[in-house]
């Protein structure tokens, strides 16, 4: 079945530090990749996305590139902030007909990473 | 504002009760989800619906109901049946061509 891995954490950085943050996943057929973030006590908000092979997903100075020989997605930051302080989750997609060209996708995710920078 | 609703934000029920969280979204997409989430184990699908007056069952649907009347509304019952119930709730939609999925601010369900 379809899978995703991401680093355990508890992960906590000092600000300005480089962050990565580890996912690995197991799918059938060609999925797209995400990493949503969760503020306290908030719902789930997309932070980035790519949908085939050597697409880099970026924003708020957050990047992942899917990497498909390695089966991979690593969230990395170059400089982080305290506002950065939040839950991290990596999931795949797959259409309901088990491919990511159409809509509708049923959303595998991994088990969050807390990231918590200090001051 | 356009977005999805969830209500209400926290919620206690009392064992053996049934009790229905809201979902409403104003973003006119055509599919919509239920996910529940635990510490340590990420989310889970318990039913999503690609359209009015059909739904599926997700991974994790024994001991949830749900409807899908209309367009912008996907109610979740959790039922008395529904063994460990205390759990953070998320509702999310998506367009019908789309691939991304959005997520209302999560309703707190505790059993006391």
């Known amino acids: 079945g379809n899978s995703v891995t991401q680093m355990e954490g508890p992960v906590t950085l000092s600000e300005e530090a480089f962050l990565t943050i580890n996912c690995t996943y197991t799918?059938?057929?060609?999925?797209?990749l995400f990493w949503y973030v969760q503020y306290p006590g908030e719902g789930l908000q997309l932070l980035l996305k790519?949908?085939?092979?050597?697409d880099k997903g970026s924003n708020k100075g957050f990047e992942a590139t899917y990497r498909k020989e390695t089966t991979s997605f690593h969230l990395e930051k170059g400089s982080v902030q305290v506002s950065d302080s939040a839950v991290y989750f990596c999931?795949?997609?797959?259409?309901?007909?088990?491919?990511?060209?159409?809509?509708?996708?049923?959303?595998?995710f991994g088990t969050g990473t807390r990231l918590t920078i200090i001051p | 504002d356009g977005g999805i609703t969830q209500s209400p934000k926290y919620l206690f029920r009392k064992e053996g009760q049934n009790v229905t969280l809201s979902c409403e979204q104003n973003?006119?997409?055509?599919?919509m989800y239920w996910y529940r989430q635990d510490p340590g184990q990420g989310l889970r699908l318990i039913y999503y619906?690609?359209?009015?007056?059909?739904?599926q069952k997700g991974d994790i649907a024994e001991g949830y109901s749900v409807s899908r009347e209309k367009k912008e509304s996907f109610p979740l019952t959790v039922t008395s049946a529904q063994k460990n119930p205390t759990a953070f709730y998320l509702c999310?939609?998506?367009?019908?061509?789309?691939?991304?999925?959005?997520f209302g601010e999560g309703s707190w369900l505790t059993v006391v």
């Open positions: 973003l006119n997409h055509d599919a």
């Open positions: 619906s690609q359209i009015v007056n059909d739904f």
């Open positions: 999310a939609s998506s367009i019908e061509q789309g691939n991304t999925i959005y």
């Open positions: 999931a795949l997609s797959l259409g309901f007909g088990g491919s990511s060209n159409f809509g509708n996708e049923k959303l595998t």
């Open positions: 790519a949908t085939k092979a050597d």
């Open positions: 799918a059938t057929g060609y999925p797209s």
